[in-house]
Nanobody, 116 residues
Framework: QVQLVESGGGLVQPGGSLRLSCVASGFTFSSYIMNWYRQAPGKEREFVAAISNAGDRINYADAVKGRFTISRANAKSTVYLQMSSLKSEDTAVYYC????WGQGVWGQGTQVTVSS
């Protein structure tokens, strides 16, 4: 059974940091591009970051460049999102994602709230 499980969300003050994790199971993790998306209240889900299967190619949304870092540990079937200099507008549910045989696979999401 293909599964993605996110963790690491929480409440953080503006300017703070959090690290999200996503553990994958049920597929050969090291063969797939992994993505992070987020969805803020009342808004559509948006792309945050992507990392190639080997970790050598990375893309970020303009809104998070220079503040967020995506990485992966293939031996642990885990992808990470290190978030720094957090802003209130980063408040959202963060989702891990991949595509297998053309089908999107999503985790349940983890809530990140940036507030003083």
């Amino acid at each position: 059974q293909v599964q993605l499980v996110e963790s690491g969300g929480g409440l953080v003050q503006p300017g703070g940091s959090l690290r999200l994790s996503c553990v994958a199971s049920g597929f050969t993790f090291s063969s797939y591009i992994m993505n992070w998306y987020r969805q803020a209240p009342g808004k559509e889900r948006e792309f945050v970051a992507a990392i190639s299967n080997a970790g050598d190619r990375i893309n970020y949304a303009d809104a998070v460049k220079g503040r967020f870092t995506i990485s992966r540990a293939n031996a642990k079937s885990t992808v990470y999102l290190q978030m720094s200099s957090l802003k209130s507008e980063d408040t959202a549910v963060y989702y891990c994602n991949t595509r297998i045989w053309g089908q999107g696979v999503w985790g349940q999401g983890t809530q990140v709230t940036v507030s003083s």
